[in-house]
């Protein structure tokens, strides 16, 4: 049998993780990849509408399976998706981004080719492109089989990007050696532990919960991200342990968990109750580790005292003064359940859905929206959240049993969701995909839309219109112009990009919502609803909040 070609070898053994699509544009460098796709069994092409469109999708398909690919072409392609690809390494997921450049043949003539400068220095976009991965290599017959494990194991252990060159000649070329045998992602031990330090770490925590009073967790995405999310839960549920989430780890615990206390983020965003359940804590056990942006506590007003704080990392803990390293999460999380007692106390924090409000003749708004997507989610369904105004309400909206949701509040990428959400819902086997967005990042990213429909995937998506960036109008002080956006007739796209059976609709008070949520319910296909939002809910922060998070003004002196 034949030798496959650094391509094809390269892509089958990516897809031997358990990745079925392959997210890209098509381009002359990278002819040698896009044909390889063609040709592996299992592996399916995603022709999206722009190379940060595919960054985008590759980002939320990852989500759900724990990694993806992406291919670009060299330069222009590869330097349109770092913002995804940056996106990906700040939210830890793995996606493989394969880069097709010149072949060895005109770089060693020295020819002046396409999507350069005009010289003959081919190499210059690779530490652009590296940058925004934990781990590159660039591909040839001799080292792919070696390298191409380096980079996965790599990417795998940092749960972050990785930047893989192949040029369009050794793409095609055979590869030399005896090729590697893959496991599916779920079989990969992505970190280990010393001993010693790991027993020391497992007894050091113990110990502290043991001796704490009022201990409370906080659970974030990494304990996804390493594929670990049910054993964490696990521990909640033998521990008992009361347990908060950050606005960025939105969706990370099944929210109708007795455990489940409420979103923390200082004093913005948080209930009383849940800022005094964390503030009075004097354990907090964060498994996955806490970002500490301003977003994520409530613009520094959550943040943690070190010498209460006990932080599982991705391979490494840090208890007080204490840091032990080189234990992987899963090996600490393994200990934990098989070893921790139960606590009796509850929280006591009695959560419920917010009320429906708004008569049917009222206009709709988001007091009277999100109650009623909050009633039509069901077990099993995933919430795709844009970066806006909209993240705001959905973090603190009550997720009902089972299900989950994804944001980038890290990042903060507007446009993400549109993209992403073709990922997600092509990545997910069960259960619907739902999207809320706000119309301003809509706009950067809407062409998405022509691709959902091309290959046939059903999401459900909210476009909230108000007519502006109004995220940037909240916090603009004033409000400006710079502010407005074009006016879009948003529930015409679908049919103008050639989606079948997408049931559209307009709504613009309480009574046509209800209508079209009872119509999505019985609907087989996608649905796409643009829900007229008044812009006058976007009212300017006053400038000492806005100051507490930008840091603009002189101090006073004294």
């Known amino acids: 049998m034949a030798s496959p070609t650094v391509a094809q070898y390269t892509l089958n053994r990516l897809s031997q993780l358990g990745i079925d699509r392959i997210f890209g544009v098509p381009g002359d460098y990278a002819f040698a990849i896009d044909d390889a796709a063609e040709l592996v069994p299992g592996l399916s092409w995603v022709a999206c509408a722009n190379e940060l469109n595919a960054a985008y999708a590759a980002d939320g398909y990852a989500r759900i399976r724990g990694a993806a690919i992406l291919s670009t072409t060299y330069g222009v392609g590869e330097l349109s998706a770092i913002n995804g690809v940056m996106g990906s390494k700040a939210h830890r997921l793995p996606v493989f981004h394969l880069v097709g450049m010149p072949s060895e043949r005109i770089q060693k003539q020295g020819l002046i080719t396409h999507h350069n400068l005009g010289d003959n220095v081919y190499d210059r976009f690779q530490p652009l492109s590296a940058a ?323 290959y046939g995937v059903k999401p459900r998506i909210f476009v909230l219109n108000n007519g502006l960036y109004g995220i940037e109008d909240v916090i603009s002080e004033r409000g400006h112009g710079y502010d407005d956006l074009a006016a879009v007739q948003y529930h015409l796209l679908p049919e103008a990009f050639g989606c079948k059976n997408w049931l559209t609709a307009k709504v613009s008070t309480v009574a046509e919502l209800d209508h079209v949520l009872d119509q999505i319910d019985n609907h087989d296909g996608a649905a796409y609803i643009e829900v007229m939002i008044p812009n006058e809910e976007s009212q300017p922060m006053p400038g000492s909040t806005i100051d507490s998070g930008y840091k603009l003004r002189t101090p006073q002196p004294g």
């Open 132 to 454: 925004a991965a934990c781990v590159s290599a660039v591909l040839s017959p001799d080292n792919c089989i070696d390298e191409l494990e380096r980079v996965i194991r790599e990417a795998l252990r940092q749960s972050m990007p990785a930047y893989l060159v192949i040029s369009e000649v050794n793409g095609g070329l055979p590869v030399l050696g005896t090729p590697a045998a893959g496991q599916p992602l779920t079989a990969v031990k992505r970190q280990r532990s010393v001993p010693q330090e790991l027993e020391a770490a497992v007894q050091t925590i113990l110990a502290r919960l043991e001796a704490a009073s009022h201990p409370v967790a906080v659970l974030t995405h990494l304990v996804s991200r390493y594929g670990v999310r049910d054993r964490a839960l696990e521990f909640i549920r033998k521990t008992n342990l009361p347990t908060a989430l950050t606005p960025n780890d939105k969706g990370t615990i099944d929210e109708a968990m007795p455990q489940y206390a409420g979103l923390y983020a200082g004093d913005w965003s948080s209930s009383e109750a849940v800022r005094e359940l964390v503030g009075q804590a004097d354990v907090v056990l964060a498994i996955g580790g806490i970002v500490t942006t301003e977003l994520n506590t409530g613009l520094w007003t959550g943040q943690y005292d070190p010498a209460r704080l006990v932080s599982i990392n991705d391979n490494w803990v840090r208890a007080g003064g204490k840091v032990f390293v080189n234990v992987a999460i899963d090996d600490v999380l393994n200990a934990l359940c098989e070893r921790v007692t139960t606590r009796c106390a509850d929280h006591g924090l009695k959560l419920a859905s917010s009320a429906l409000t708004g008569a049917a003749g009222d206009t709709t708004t988001s007091a009277n929206f999100y109650p009623r997507l909050q009633q039509r989610l069901r077990a099993g369904d995933t919430v795709v959240i844009e970066t806006g105004t909209c993240m705001t309400h959905l973090n603190c909206m009550l997720l009902p049993q089972g299900v989950s949701a994804e944001g980038q509040g890290l990042w903060g990428s507007i446009g993400w969701a549109t993209p992403a959400c073709l990922g997600v819902v092509m990545a997910k086997t069960s259960g619907h995909t739902w999207m809320v967005t706000g119309d301003g990042s809509h706009q950067l990213t809407l062409n998405e839309i022509a691709v959902m429909g091309r």
